[in-house]
């Protein structure tokens, strides 16, 4: 089957489900909230949605933790309801994937439960190991939301490994059968008529043979050992072979610690390729040390380095995902903007990543400027890697500190529900919500952002059909002027007849601005801008601009008016 990389047209919606919309009052965002909001995803021009987990799963890490790969929770609607989600995405021309996260299972996954019991053949699904000598652990992994990455299991007598939380054993990918079973999972959802797949951290399947101990820093020590490990290419070769090629699919792949050269060995284009697209996170650094909770203050210059890097790095040879927010990340106005212009640093945020080349992924919520949440007691917080993080490290800073810690850093900050009205619960759910609303849901919300023509929601919808019009923002080169300023990206797109090029301000203070040497600002259109007036010389706080020339069409003859004795021009 030819893979059309249908996907280099489309713009993304991402779903967090837990929190997108509650459809029958329980509380808990479902399927029948999504439904009810179909026509509001279309409407911002998106033409893709990825579901973060639906399945069956216990809910340690909010679905990511799953306990049967081949149905979807009751709690969010069933099948049933799924069924009816997929098909009114597809009657509406979008695409949908789904997230597949293979890494780890839940501990309450029927195969857990017999590996565990040793009952054949699940024996060896998982990786199990005794421990050593004097009670030692089998190696000296740090697991990256609770201690260290080994439980010990009464029932086995082994202990197991665990990446992630305990309830979320780590499979062993090195087993044929598991990696069967991965192929059955694919299978089952692409004959179901899902599009494609979002693989959560897939470069961790493959542990080093052996499992030797690791120096890397205390935290994350493993990391080098099995983030993109000795079998990796050949196990995603193995999926999409098997499966995948079977199917007009498109595939994302989650990847920490990856730059773009070591990304290309996965996505390069070229017979070979496994993947379509990497999910990287050196654009979420801008404002920490590889993880939020090491904070830094915000740095443009890093993040345009990032972004340059990753333009520069896949250019003819591979294709981006662009992003600013996901349930994993606090909110991006909180980081990278500023709450006080909530609205008009949103847009600067959105024109410098929705006019780059690749596929744009937008996040619930990112579109009405949602922004990170500051509760007063820590017990508020659910995400069990925020927890872990206040209640076990770094315990002797002051309880003050650490909470501090939090509001910069945790990702509850993208969970809490959407905003729809403002009324009660912000219109989430005619129940008892699951999480709490962010308290400044009477500003931002839905219903106030479709009245306001001017809203950051409003403001999204134009740049995305701006986008989607262009043929130079899909196919265009990429340049960086003004590198070295801290203060504003500026890059420039050509190709197709068209060029554009992006001013955006990330201050809060007016500053200079002179077009790069070339561009006649006089005979571009201003194609956007978030300035209701016209453009001044300056550039006014967290102004941005997207203007566009074009090479005019060559005039066509026609019988109507001959071109001689016409007499407009
Ligand atoms: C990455 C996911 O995006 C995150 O939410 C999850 O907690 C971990 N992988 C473990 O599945």
Redesign the pocket.
């Known amino acids: 089957m030819t893979h059309t990389q249908w996907y280099k047209d489309r713009v993304f919606y991402q779903i967090w489900p837990r929190s997108f919309k509650d459809g029958d009052g329980d509380g808990l965002g479902d399927l029948w909230g999504v439904y009810e909001k179909l026509d509001y995803i279309r409407s911002l021009g998106v033409d893709g949605i990825w579901f973060s987990p639906l399945y069956p799963s216990p809910g340690v ?1 909010c679905g ?1 933790d799953i306990s049967d790969y081949m149905d979807i929770a009751p709690e969010f609607g069933g099948m049933a309801a799924f069924d009816k989600v997929l098909e009114g995405a597809h009657a509406r021309g979008m695409k949908v994937i789904m997230d597949l ?1 293979v890494n780890h299972t839940s501990s309450r996954h029927e195969w857990f439960q017999k590996s565990r019991r040793r009952i054949d053949p699940y024996t060896d699904y998982y990786i199990w190991r005794p421990g050593k000598a004097n009670g030692r652990l089998p190696n000296n992994w740090d697991s990256l939301f609770e201690g260290k990455a080994w439980q010990f299991d009464e029932v086995r007598g082994e202990y197991y490994l665990h990446l ?1 939380a305990i309830e979320q054993p780590d499979l062993n990918m090195d087993n044929p059968l598991v990696r069967e079973e991965v192929k059955k999972i694919l299978r089952f959802w692409l004959d179901k008529g899902v599009d494609g797949f979002r693989e ?2 897939i470069t961790f399947i493959s542990k080093a043979d052996g499992l030797p101990n690791d120096r890397l820093m205390p935290a994350a020590r493993g990391l080098r050992k099995y983030n993109h490990g000795p079998h990796i290419h050949q196990y995603l070769r193995e999926f999409y072979d098997d499966v995948l090629a079977d199917y007009d699919c498109m595939t994302l792949a ?1 990847a920490p610690m990856v730059n773009p050269k070591k990304a290309l060995t996965y996505i390069e284009e070229k017979p070979g390729q496994e993947i379509d697209m990497m999910i990287q996170f050196q654009t979420m650094n801008a404002d920490c040390l590889a993880t939020e909770y090491v904070h830094l203050p915000f740095s443009l210059r890093k993040l345009k380095r990032a972004w340059s890097r990753w333009q520069r790095g896949l250019e003819g040879r591979g294709w981006n995902m662009l992003y600013l927010e996901n ?2 990340h606090p909110r991006v106005i909180s980081r990278y903007g500023s709450e006080r212009m909530r609205e008009r640093s949103g847009k600067a945020l959105a024109v410098a990543y929705l006019f780059q080349k690749g596929t744009p992924f937008i996040y619930q919520g990112q579109e009405i400027g949602m922004t990170n949440w500051y509760p007063e007691d820590p017990e508020m917080y659910e995400d069990v890697q925020t927890r872990w993080h206040y209640f076990n490290i770094a315990t002797r800073k002051s309880p003050e500190k650490r909470l501090r810690r939090l509001w910069l850093a945790s990702r509850d900050s993208a969970r809490t529900p959407v905003q729809w009205t403002d009324g009660p619960n912000a219109g989430f759910t005619e129940g008892e919500p699951w999480f709490y609303v962010n308290g400044n849901y009477r500003e931002v919300n839905v219903a106030r952002a479709e009245a306001d023509p001017d809203s950051l929601l409003n403001f999204y919808r134009r740049a995305v059909a701006l986008r989607k019009r262009l043929p130079v923002v899909r196919d265009g080169s990429y340049r960086e002027y003004d590198a070295l300023s801290g203060r504003r990206y500026v890059y420039a797109r050509e190709g197709a007849g068209q060029r554009l090029l992006v001013v955006c301000s990330f201050s809060e203070a007016e500053q200079r601005f002179r077009a790069p040497a070339g561009f006649d600002l006089g005979a571009a259109e201003l194609a956007l801008q978030n300035y209701p007036d016209a453009p001044v010389d300056a550039l006014r706080p967290y102004e941005c601009r997207v203007y566009l020339w074009q090479r005019q069409a060559a005039p066509r003859y026609s019988c109507a008016k001959s071109p001689t004795t016409g007499s407009g021009s």
């Open positions: 890490d990511y996260v992630f959560d951290v989650e349930h994993d």
